[in-house]
């Protein structure tokens, strides 16, 4: 596609539930990032996929966090059992390769825990 | 692994004059430093990048300046205007690209 998409744009949920955010990267782009922005905050590293691995998971805050990419495109970032701290702005970026090229975001998902 | 502070937090101008925002890396193996604008409410955008192989990089009223021996890079926003308020990220890449904290830009007109 054109840019990095999104979805859903927002999310409000009940804690507890689980809820899943999915990235449709730049086609052709290798890499895809996930981060999470608070309100007001910087972007905090989640985890980063080269095709479909994920070299670096350094970046999930818990076991409550899972990501998978598929066929060196989509990626699904799931949250179980979601706590109210969830709440925040999740973006994903892409970039054609290796990390030291130019990351495109998405949009983000805005997502609100009650 | 690799730590950027970026300062100020928060930084307010005259409409017209200069805004610099400084950064410090800590992996001397970085050698790609991207800057990004982030408007209220959207997503962070590139505005200029700058590889470890260059000292300046400029683009009309935007430069960045990357002094490797003390490892820190600077972005320069001359003749501001209320437009160019957003936060602004530093980023450096060494093995993998780490963003600083970012910097709230306020021009006042």
């Known amino acids: 596609g054109a840019g990095v998409s999104q979805s859903p744009s927002n999310k409000v949920t009940e804690k507890g539930k689980d809820v899943e955010l999915r990235c449709d990267p730049i086609?052709?782009?290798?890499?895809l990032y996930w981060y999470r922005q608070s309100l007001g905050q910087g972007l905090e590293f989640l985890i980063y996929?080269?095709?479909?691995?994920?070299?670096?998971k350094s970046g999930l805050p818990s076991d409550r966090f899972s990501a998978e990419r598929t066929g060196g495109s989509v990626s699904t970032l799931t949250i179980q059992r979601t706590q109210q701290e969830d709440s925040a702005v999740y973006l994903c970026?892409?970039?054609?390769?290796?990390?030291?090229?130019?990351?495109?975001f998405g949009d983000g998902t805005r997502l609100s825990i009650l | 692994g690799e730590n950027v502070e970026q300062h100020p937090s928060t930084l307010s101008v005259q409409e017209g004059d200069s805004a610099v925002i400084k950064c410090t890396y800590s992996?001397?193996?970085?050698?790609?430093f991207p800057w990004y604008k982030q408007e209220l409410g959207k997503r962070p955008q590139l505005i200029i990048d700058?590889?470890?192989?260059?000292g300046e990089k400029k683009d009309q009223r935007i430069a960045v300046t990357l002094n490797k021996t003390a490892k820190h890079f600077s972005l320069h926003i001359t003749e501001t205007q209320p437009e160019d308020s957003a936060v602004y990220f530093c980023?450096?890449?060494?093995?993998?690209?780490?963003f600083g904290s970012g910097t709230q830009l306020t021009v006042l007109p």
């Open positions: 970026a892409s970039t054609a390769g290796t990390p030291d090229q130019p990351q495109h």
């Open positions: 086609s052709g782009h290798t890499a």
């Open positions: 996929f080269q095709g479909n691995s994920a070299p670096d």
């Open positions: 992996d001397s193996a970085s050698n790609y």
């Open positions: 700058i590889r470890s192989n260059v």
């Open positions: 980023a450096a890449v060494a093995r993998q690209l780490t």
